[in-house]
């Protein structure tokens, strides 16, 4: 066991960061080194685990157990270490195009299963590595290197996705807001069951400001709304404009109107997704992009179903031996 | 039992084949066949042959399911070229299986079925019962169908339920006809159905009805007696290859110590283990039906991060999509076996027929120098003990091993040993545990493995991934020597097991004419063929390879005995290919791709043009 307290420096490894200078990725990478102490995990206890991409560099970087494996199929590789070891604390370290394209498979499958695993996806919105690229989140009509008249495949969305799948915890954040990043980890982190985390990530040389027109710090809180439960959804500099639902459309109402009558309150604890998705589908400029946690909702997860039925076939059958299975069936002696 | 008509006539071998509709039950009847005969004390051999659709159009050609049993009262090694008999339940069995059937055999047919519609399904003009076009055989026609249902009349079963048991009127029928009891089988059907006692009471009435016909109705002028085979002194019972791969990747845990993982997505022929290991939670196994062939062998390169025995397996076009992550096994060196039942292919091919054709595949098929150790057992019951040796290998040397069976041995049966559980030899593992030693890339200097190195070990966080890494230290590294020495050593790893595995032996003579080498499913048909060779004089002897990659230490020594190398392959010569290129042999092939095993025969008469003799006939 290490010695806790820990403090960030000790999740630090002695790899040098390869990041371009200004990506947003060392912002995700700080905020985890920092959360990880608070977190009172045993360090040897901790694994990152991520694919291919820029983003899937992380590992190198966290003094955990790390594992860079292959494009896409980190997901299926952490629920493997975590179905097996279920005391492990399991990250997964993912992109959009490492997540949503080649690993789209596995993506659902995990979050469907519900195995307790923290899984960040870095979205920039285009592929860094392979040089600049249209990913599956690029906005429709993106300009590319491999899109030069603009991309014709819609983008997903990676929360409604998430939604989709059953994902028992679901939440966005900004790499430019670091308190809000690291709350929000820290809440993921908590989470019992599977938590996809979206983090709007910039990609200063390939993608610079894919975000910037609600995610900078000048009009975040005008075009960005913090979804707390159990509260109203308001926003704006002066906390004068807020969500209310007309039959199943959000709209925005300014609240110097007089309106506060009816307004969207937020509830992350509601076992139908329908109002989750609603959120997820607020986008900008029509709407303030919804940040925070959108659903937190609780069910057993993977490995505990899996350990249990080991549990009680070994209550109901007794541990199981192997002569007796040998010799199941019909056997036959033959004398020497 | 004693007959009770007729006469008794001793044979020491007999192969009969049961052919219906794929509704029909005739996997179980012959399954049931072949327990009972083990039971009773021949040697046996199976081979199942059945369909990839669940249910073909009723009576049509495609839709034919058989299997084929060989019983004896000496050792055997293959199921028969050729059936003696043929149990054919409609006119599509009769036509599909007539071609096998050597003129002078028997065929016994369920005459009910052979009415205008049948005919025609089975592309019939005329009934083969009546135009003599079956005059050279000897014709037997039982009413299966209407004796089946007034056995069940007072049943309380209804007519199409009173149909599915006819299976156990043809079974009990052939019970009497060689002499076997229907006791064993009587027990399995209460155990069976013991949810539905109607079904089972129906089952056991027409299974003794079949029985008492064959007593009564003189269709037959003698019933045949096969002897026991004198086989090694121990306990014995049937059982399939997946079922041996089964409970010897569980042995092998137990033997180790170490919980076992497995991880696959359903394929046929590989999908029985699945289902056998998901059986054995009880022995702390876990199983994960993944969403895909990627995933379930990702789940398993985690599992075998984490520490456990871990396993995935697949068949035929499922191995193309592990590539990948077989080659993140290698380049992490981390334990994992992988079993894979060949099939038929390319692409989807014929499901459920049987290939050698996946050797070069597993082998090479994939990016970069990617080597990976491969096994592969020669009989169903040889697939226990080679599961455990995969992980023995795999843990020993932190490498992943391809246990290469095929769909043949998978569902093919035999005889079982049930081995001794102190006598097999432990699984050693030694997780790391130094801090102040650990290096995640240093080698053992004896077998070139690195540490396993798993999580929730203090003072050993590390990371590794599929990018290269330096040697010892075990950082990413782009450095050129770097690589270069990395390659050298993961292939020099792999051509280390070689010290540590058994010679190939050489069944007959240590030097001759002719050498027949074998892997994999073909080891019953080469050694039938070359024990007959034997006995007619030639100077013919045979080895068989358990261990593809690395090779024996002797097989140079072995080759080199022969004055020619003769390798039957159900590819083009795969490992034809190899052995030339790694030994400058000019081994000759007999290459057949046909989705089934060799005949004895087809080798006999190579062997024969090869060392220019006659073959003795019979």
């Given at each position: 066991?290490?010695?806790?307290p820990?403090?960030?420096?000790?999740?630090?490894?002695?790899?040098?960061?390869?990041?371009?200078?200004?990506?947003?990725?060392?912002?995700?990478l700080?905020?985890?080194?920092?959360l990880?102490?608070?977190?009172?995990?045993?360090?040897?206890?901790?694994?990152?685990?991520s694919?291919?991409?820029?983003?899937?560099?992380?590992?190198?970087y966290?003094?955990?157990?790390?594992f860079?494996?292959?494009?896409?199929r980190?997901?299926?590789?952490?629920?493997?270490?975590?179905?097996?070891?279920p005391?492990?604390?399991?990250?997964?370290?993912?992109?959009?195009?490492?997540?949503?394209?080649?690993?789209?498979?596995?993506?659902l499958?995990?979050?469907?299963?519900?195995?307790?695993?923290?899984i960040?996806?870095?979205?920039?919105?285009?592929?860094?590595?392979?040089?600049?690229?249209?990913?599956?989140?690029?906005?429709?009509?993106?300009?590319?290197?491999?899109?030069?008249?603009?991309?014709?495949?819609?983008?997903?969305?990676?929360?409604?996705?998430a939604?989709g799948?059953?994902?028992?915890?679901?939440?966005?954040?900004?790499?430019?807001?670091?308190?809000?990043?690291?709350?929000?980890?820290?809440?993921a982190?908590?989470?019992h069951g599977?938590?996809?985390?979206?983090?709007?990530q910039n990609?200063?040389v390939?993608?610079?400001?894919?975000?910037?027109?609600?995610a900078?710090?000048?009009?975040?809180?005008d075009?960005?709304v913090?979804?707390?439960?159990?509260?109203?959804?308001?926003?704006?500099?002066?906390?004068?404009?807020a969500?209310?639902?007309?039959?199943?459309?959000?709209?925005?109402?300014?609240l110097?109107?007089?309106?506060?009558?009816?307004?969207?309150?937020h509830?992350?604890?509601?076992d139908?997704?329908?109002?989750?998705?609603?959120?997820?589908q607020?986008?900008?400029?029509?709407?303030?992009?919804?940040?925070?946690?959108?659903?937190?909702?609780?069910?057993?997860?993977?490995?505990?179903l899996?350990d249990?039925?080991v549990?009680?076939?070994?209550?109901?059958?007794?541990?199981?031996?192997?002569?007796?299975?040998?010799?199941?069936?019909?056997?036959?002696?033959?004398?020497? | 039992?004693?007959?009770?008509?007729?006469?008794?006539?001793?044979?020491?071998?007999?192969?009969?084949?049961?052919?219906?509709?794929?509704?029909?039950?005739m996997?179980?009847?012959?399954?049931?066949?072949?327990?009972?005969?083990a039971?009773?004390?021949?040697?046996?051999?199976?081979?199942?042959?059945?369909?990839?659709?669940i249910?073909a159009?009723?009576?049509?050609?495609?839709?034919?399911s058989?299997?084929?049993?060989?019983?004896?009262?000496?050792?055997?090694?293959?199921?028969?070229?050729?059936p003696?008999?043929?149990v054919?339940?409609?006119?599509?069995?009769?036509?599909?299986?007539?071609?096998?059937?050597?003129?002078?055999?028997?065929?016994?047919?369920?005459s009910d079925?052979?009415?205008?519609?049948?005919?025609?399904?089975?592309?019939y003009?005329?009934?083969?019962?009546?135009?003599?076009?079956?005059?050279?055989?000897?014709l037997?026609?039982?009413?299966?169908?209407?004796?089946?249902?007034?056995?069940?009349?007072?049943?309380?079963?209804?007519?199409?339920?009173?149909?599915r048991?006819k299976?156990?009127?043809?079974?009990?029928?052939?019970?009497?006809?060689?002499?076997?009891p229907?006791?064993?089988?009587?027990?399995?059907?209460?155990?069976?159905?013991?949810?539905?006692?109607?079904?089972?009471r129906?089952?056991?009435?027409?299974?003794?009805?079949?029985?008492?016909f064959?007593?009564?109705?003189?269709?037959?002028?003698v019933?045949?007696?096969?002897?026991?085979?004198?086989?090694?002194?121990?306990r014995?019972?049937?059982?399939?290859?997946?079922?041996?791969?089964?409970?010897?990747?569980?042995t092998?845990?137990?033997?180790?110590?170490?919980?076992?993982?497995?991880a696959?997505?359903?394929?046929?022929?590989?999908?029985d283990?699945?289902?056998?290991?998901?059986?054995?939670?009880?022995?702390?196994v876990?199983?994960?039906?993944?969403?895909?062939?990627?995933?379930a062998?990702?789940?398993?390169?985690?599992?075998?991060?984490?520490?456990?025995?871990?396993?995935?397996?697949?068949?035929g076009p499922?191995?193309?999509?592990?590539?990948?992550?077989?080659?993140?096994?290698?380049?992490t060196?981390?334990?994992?076996?992988?079993?894979?039942?060949?099939?038929?292919?390319?692409?989807?091919?014929?499901?459920?027929?049987?290939?050698q054709?996946?050797?070069l595949?597993?082998?090479f098929?994939?990016?970069?120098?990617?080597?990976?150790a491969?096994?592969?057992?020669?009989?169903?019951?040889?697939?226990?003990?080679?599961?455990?040796?995969?992980?023995?290998?795999?843990?020993?040397y932190?490498?992943?091993?391809?246990?290469?069976?095929?769909?043949?041995?998978?569902?093919?049966?035999?005889?079982?040993?049930?081995?001794?559980?102190?006598?097999?030899?432990?699984?050693?593992?030694?997780?790391?545990?130094?801090p102040?030693t650990?290096?995640?890339y240093?080698?053992?200097?004896?077998?070139?493995?690195?540490?396993?190195?798993i999580?929730?070990?203090?003072?050993?966080?590390?990371?590794?991934?599929?990018?290269?890494?330096?040697?010892?230290?075990?950082?990413v590294s782009?450095?050129?020597?770097?690589?270069?020495?990395?390659?050298?050593?993961?292939?020099?790893?792999?051509?280390?097991?070689?010290?540590?595995i058994?010679?190939?032996?050489?069944?007959?003579?240590q030097?001759?004419?002719?050498?027949?080498?074998?892997?994999?499913?073909?080891?019953?048909?080469?050694?039938?063929?070359?024990?007959?060779?034997?006995?007619?004089?030639?100077?013919?002897?045979?080895?068989?390879i358990?261990?593809?990659?690395?090779?024996?230490?002797?097989?140079r020594?072995?080759?080199?005995?022969?004055?020619?190398?003769?390798?039957?392959?159900?590819n083009?010569?795969?490992?034809?290919?190899?052995?030339?290129?790694?030994?400058?042999?000019?081994?000759?092939?007999?290459?057949?791709?046909?989705?089934?095993?060799?005949?004895?025969?087809?080798?006999?008469?190579?062997?024969?043009?090869?060392v220019?003799?006659e073959?003795?006939?019979?």
């Amino acid at each position: 066991m290490t010695t806790i307290p820990l403090t960030r420096k000790d999740f630090v490894s002695d790899q040098e960061v390869r990041w371009c200078p200004g990506c947003g990725d060392y912002s995700i990478l700080t905020q985890t080194q920092k959360l990880m102490p608070d977190l009172d995990i045993p360090r040897e206890n901790i694994v990152f685990i991520s694919g291919i991409g820029c983003s899937s560099r992380l590992p190198y970087y966290m003094n955990t157990y790390g594992f860079h494996t292959i494009h896409g199929r980190a997901p299926a590789i952490a629920t493997g270490l975590k179905a097996s070891r279920p005391e492990l604390s399991v990250w997964v370290i993912t992109g959009d195009g490492d997540g949503l394209s080649i690993g789209g498979n596995h993506l659902l499958h995990v979050m469907r299963r519900n195995v307790d695993l923290v899984i960040v996806l870095f979205n920039n919105r285009i592929y860094g590595l392979t040089k600049g690229q249209y990913s599956p989140t690029s906005e429709l009509g993106k300009i590319t290197k491999t899109s030069p008249l603009g991309t014709i495949d819609y983008p997903v969305n990676p929360l409604s996705f998430a939604i989709g799948a059953g994902a028992t915890f679901i939440a966005r954040s900004l790499d430019n807001d670091t308190k809000h990043l690291v709350d929000t980890l820290d809440r993921a982190a908590k989470h019992h069951g599977t938590s996809f985390v979206e983090v709007y990530q910039n990609c200063l040389v390939y993608n610079d400001q894919a975000f910037s027109g609600f995610a900078d710090k000048s009009v975040r809180t005008d075009r960005t709304v913090q979804l707390e439960h159990g509260k109203p959804l308001i926003f704006g500099k002066e906390q004068d404009r807020a969500i209310k639902l007309n039959g199943t459309r959000p709209e925005v109402v300014d609240l110097r109107s007089g309106e506060d009558g009816d307004l969207l309150i937020h509830d992350e604890r509601r076992d139908d997704p329908t109002m989750a998705f609603i959120l997820a589908q607020m986008e900008h400029p029509e709407f303030p992009v919804p940040l925070g946690v959108f659903r937190a909702v609780e069910r057993p997860t993977y490995e505990e179903l899996m350990d249990r039925q080991v549990r009680d076939a070994i209550t109901r059958q007794g541990d199981g031996s192997l002569e007796a299975l040998f010799a199941e069936g019909d056997t036959w002696t033959v004398e020497g | 039992m004693a007959s009770q008509n007729g006469q008794t006539e001793e044979l020491d071998r007999v192969t009969i084949r049961f052919a219906g509709d794929s509704g029909d039950g005739m996997q179980l009847a012959g399954l049931q066949f072949t327990n009972t005969s083990a039971v009773f004390g021949n040697d046996v051999s199976t081979l199942p042959d059945f369909p990839a659709e669940i249910r073909a159009p009723a009576g049509s050609l495609p839709g034919v399911s058989s299997f084929q049993v060989s019983f004896s009262s000496y050792d055997i090694y293959t199921p028969g070229d050729a059936p003696d008999v043929l149990v054919a339940m409609n006119p599509a069995a009769l036509k599909a299986n007539l071609g096998d059937l050597p003129k002078g055999g028997t065929i016994i047919v369920n005459s009910d079925e052979f009415t205008e519609a049948n005919l025609k399904k089975a592309d019939y003009q005329e009934s083969p019962l009546e135009d003599g076009s079956l005059a050279g055989y000897r014709l037997v026609r039982v009413p299966v169908t209407t004796l089946n249902a007034s056995a069940l009349k007072d049943s309380g079963l209804a007519g199409q339920q009173i149909d599915r048991s006819k299976n156990f009127f043809a079974l009990g029928l052939m019970f009497w006809l060689y002499e076997r009891p229907f006791e064993p089988t009587i027990g399995w059907i209460e155990d069976k159905f013991s949810k539905n006692p109607v079904v089972a009471r129906a089952n056991a009435t027409t299974l003794k009805a079949g029985y008492y016909f064959g007593e009564t109705a003189e269709l037959f002028p003698v019933h045949y007696r096969v002897p026991r085979a004198h086989l090694a002194p121990g306990r014995y019972r049937n059982i399939t290859g997946n079922e041996a791969t089964a409970l010897g990747f569980l042995t092998a845990s137990k033997l180790a110590g170490k919980p076992l993982f497995y991880a696959s997505y359903p394929i046929t022929p590989a999908s029985d283990i699945l289902g056998e290991l998901a059986r054995f939670k009880n022995f702390g196994v876990k199983t994960l039906q993944a969403e895909d062939e990627i995933a379930a062998i990702g789940a398993a390169i985690g599992a075998s991060f984490g520490g456990q025995l871990a396993l995935t397996g697949t068949s035929g076009p499922g191995l193309a999509l592990k590539s990948e992550g077989l080659g993140l096994a290698v380049m992490t060196e981390l334990p994992l076996v992988v079993a894979h039942i060949q099939r038929s292919g390319p692409s989807t091919g014929m499901p459920t027929k049987t290939e050698q054709t996946d050797l070069l595949q597993v082998m090479f098929g994939r990016n970069g120098e990617s080597p990976v150790a491969v096994v592969a057992p020669a009989t169903p019951s040889e697939c226990f003990e080679m599961a455990i040796e995969a992980f023995r290998i795999a843990t020993k040397y932190m490498t992943p091993v391809v246990f290469l069976s095929d769909g043949y041995l998978g569902s093919g049966s035999e005889p079982w040993l049930i081995p001794s559980l102190d006598r097999l030899p432990k699984i050693e593992i030694k997780y790391a545990a130094d801090p102040e030693t650990f290096k995640p890339y240093a080698r053992d200097p004896e077998t070139l493995a690195r540490p396993w190195a798993i999580p929730g070990t203090a003072g050993l966080e590390h990371r590794i991934g599929g990018l290269e890494k330096s040697d010892v230290v075990g950082n990413v590294s782009y450095d050129a020597e770097n690589h270069w020495r990395m390659v050298q050593y993961r292939a020099e790893k792999i051509a280390r097991i070689a010290r540590d595995i058994p010679d190939v032996e050489v069944n007959g003579d240590q030097e001759g004419d002719l050498l027949v080498l074998g892997w994999g499913s073909t080891f019953g048909a080469i050694l039938t063929a070359v024990q007959r060779a034997r006995s007619a004089g030639l100077s013919v002897s045979s080895a068989h390879i358990r261990h593809l990659n690395p090779f024996p230490e002797n097989l140079r020594d072995v080759l080199s005995r022969f004055r020619q190398v003769l390798i039957p392959e159900l590819n083009l010569g795969q490992l034809r290919m190899l052995i030339r290129s790694r030994y400058l042999v000019d081994a000759q092939g007999l290459n057949r791709v046909t989705g089934r095993p060799f005949k004895t025969i087809e080798i006999e008469t190579k062997i024969k043009e090869l060392v220019g003799q006659e073959v003795r006939v019979g």
